[in-house]
């Protein structure tokens, strides 16, 4: 099979949507790879550190952030404001000493002072390396180490406290700065002598193949390795999601497009949409807290036009919203409710294919009389204003997608690692196809194994991991046009790209079974009750499974039922408790054929945490770890046979 060039024309179309991917089929005419041409030019010149600046002299009265005040409300940014302070945070960098290619680390939750030091970084020249604010001692010292940084920002007192402990072992690291104490205000100060030639000097050093970001993989076996990702590649990642996505980044609505990020900064996932947002000049807000109440508060009062979420946030909604109305007595009315927007949903995805006539009126009126009982409440919960929420990070599922959709709010499912700077694979928009992670981001080819393993290519797939000893990035396993992700998946006839789990994680039953985990994880998680769920079977004559309780649908539980004051020791025994997990795993298992189904669960008195060792900070499953810290269970399960 030839190798493309996936990037090497430009498509500027003025309905992006329209133009479908070229595919390729093997002699059974199965297809085994697409790719979607470059809806934007590729960038020649500059780097990341330009955006604040262009926006500045393209447009300096336009609200390009907000930030939180002391009362609640949000004060908007300019252009104009945030260039300013953009180049003063930089000036006091050089000030401090930073040379160009210098490493600056930054730790902490996801707040306006991250995306500014990260603007200014680049301005100044240097490289940053997102950690974890939830990272150990071990962890952080680790990423420290390898990077090399020689400088490092943190939020808090705490985080301060931990490199502070570390620094022993960190000789190259000569600065420390803390926000919550006024770091920012410092360093501008401090860079008031340095005149602005010196950051026009170092910005204007700086190249599209320039290192922009280490960022470190959060790793579910062994230490994190550094993806260097580059100014091109996030210009290739955000640049051509801006164009295809043009309902969210270019608002058709009367609300102007804002989003109101939540999600890790130092995940690749929130950090591409921040740097997409400054270069579409979205409105851009920042909530360091995931506590509902606090994102509640914030999502109301900062009113996104759309949203960035990983499923689980999408799941507590739709739960939370379930457990709500049965409290109320109506959750037969709720399911009513579901049911209608799922179908309502699928009706309008079969319309857009042309394989339907879209909803009917009697469809048409259900869902009118549900939208004030049931969908404008959903629609309150993420702030009343989302029509749009970009979702990755793992599979939403059919069911959740077609719910959002029918109850008015378009799901952007994609797929990406930290090596693609975010999507490789996106849902276009008005040609969804629920349930996949969609079509090739514009510019990029998705091919499929011969073990059926998902390789990509384009201009947002990094050069490497990088090399401590000689400070550069080596070039990943692989030929040079494809990268393999390491992830399963298939290309249906269309060119939609499903993914079904792992390679590495396949389960390989003691009958020569070959089982996904991922499905069945992903379907178990969705439900009220469960808060994670690990597939267990390897070499076994059957697959079992480790589930662990949501503690927000437990208390809902209990309260329905009162057994509020029953220990959670005793009541994951409780019958009732696992007679509604039973149902749950019995639909799970519609998924798969007899031999990959779970047989047999068993409920955890504990939920697996990042801080007991069992997910990475992007809430993926650890499980060697898992495996062997509940061995005694996982053997209990087989002894019963």
Request: charged share 25%.
């Amino acid at each position: 099979m030839s190798t493309p060039a996936p990037a090497a024309a430009t498509v500027p179309p003025t309905d992006p949507v329209l133009v479908e991917p070229t595919k390729v089929r093997t002699a059974d005419g199965t297809v085994r790879e697409v790719s979607v041409p470059l809806f934007a030019p590729t960038v020649r010149s500059g780097s990341l550190a330009e955006i604040p600046f262009d926006n500045a002299r393209e447009a300096p009265a336009d609200p390009v952030l907000s930030r939180k005040q002391g009362d609640g409300s949000w004060r908007d940014v300019t252009a104009e404001e945030f260039a300013a302070e953009v180049r003063a945070v930089a000036k006091g960098l050089i000030a401090e000493g930073l040379q160009s290619g210098d490493r600056v680390a930054i730790m902490a939750r996801t707040t306006y002072e991250w995306t500014l030091l990260d603007f200014a970084a680049w301005a100044a020249g240097l490289v940053t390396v997102p950690i974890y604010p939830t990272s150990s001692a071990f962890q952080t010292r680790w990423i420290l180490q390898d990077s090399g940084a020689v400088a490092c920002a943190v939020e808090t007192k705490e985080q301060g406290r931990l490199i502070s402990q570390e620094r022993q072992q960190l000789g190259g690291l000569t600065h420390l700065w803390q926000f919550d104490t006024g770091a920012v205000g410092r360093l501008k100060t401090l860079g008031r002598a340095v005149p602005d030639a010196v950051v026009n000097a170092r910005r204007a050093a700086l190249e599209p193949g320039s290192p922009a970001t280490l960022i470190y993989t959060s790793g579910t076996t062994g230490r994190p390795k550094g993806c260097v990702l580059t100014h091109a590649n996030f210009f290739a990642e955000v640049d051509n999601a801006i164009e295809l996505l043009h309902p969210v980044f270019r608002s058709v609505s009367k609300y102007p497009a804002s989003t109101l990020l939540f999600l890790p900064l130092s995940h690749v996932f929130g950090r591409m949409v921040a740097i997409g947002c400054l270069r579409a000049r979205v409105r851009l807000g920042h909530a360091p807290s995931i506590a509902t109440e606090d994102l509640l508060a914030d999502l109301a009062g900062f009113k996104p036009s759309f949203l960035l979420a990983i499923p689980y946030v999408l799941e507590k909604v739709f739960n939370t919203g379930r457990a709500t109305a049965e409290k109320m007595g109506r959750a037969s009315s709720f399911d009513r409710a579901a049911r209608i927007a799922r179908r309502y949903g699928e009706a309008v995805e079969a319309a857009e294919h042309g394989t339907g006539p879209g909803p009917g009126p009697g469809l048409r009126t259900a869902r009118a009389l549900y939208d004030p009982l049931v969908y404008r409440r959903i629609r309150a919960a993420l702030g009343g204003h989302v029509r749009y929420a970009i979702c990755g990070g793992s599979p939403l599922g059919r069911r959740l997608a077609a719910f959002y959709a029918g109850a008015g709010i378009q799901i952007f499912e994609g797929y990406g690692l930290t090596e693609t700077t975010a999507a490789a694979t996106v849902t276009p928009p008005l040609k969804p196809r629920l349930g996949t992670v969609g079509w090739p981001l514009p510019g990029t080819a998705v091919r499929i194994a011969d073990d059926g393993e998902v390789l990509l290519s384009g201009g947002q797939v990094f050069g490497g991991y990088w090399d401590a000893e000689r400070g550069v990035a080596v070039p990943h396993a692989g030929d040079d046009a494809w990268f393999p992700t390491g992830d399963l998946g298939a290309l249906d006839e269309d060119g939609y790209l499903t993914i079904t789990g792992r390679k590495k994680d396949i389960i390989i039953t003691s009958g020569g079974k070959n089982v996904a985990p991922a499905p069945l994880e992903d379907w178990l998680r969705a439900h009220p009750l469960v808060g994670q769920c690990m597939v267990v079977g390897d070499n076994r004559p059957f697959v079992s499974a480790l589930i662990t309780l949501e503690p927000d649908g437990l208390a809902h539980w209990r309260r329905m039922r009162k057994k509020e004051g029953v220990p959670l020791r005793e009541l994951v025994r409780d019958e009732e408790l696992r007679t509604a997990l039973q149902r749950a795993v019995d639909e799970a298992n519609r998924l798969v054929s007899r031999a990959e189904s779970i047989r047999k669960f068993t409920v955890l008195p504990g939920d697996f945490t990042e801080e007991g060792g069992h997910l990475t900070p992007s809430l993926k499953l650890k499980r060697e770890a898992i495996a062997r810290d509940f061995d005694a269970e996982i053997e209990e399960l087989y002894r019963r046979t």
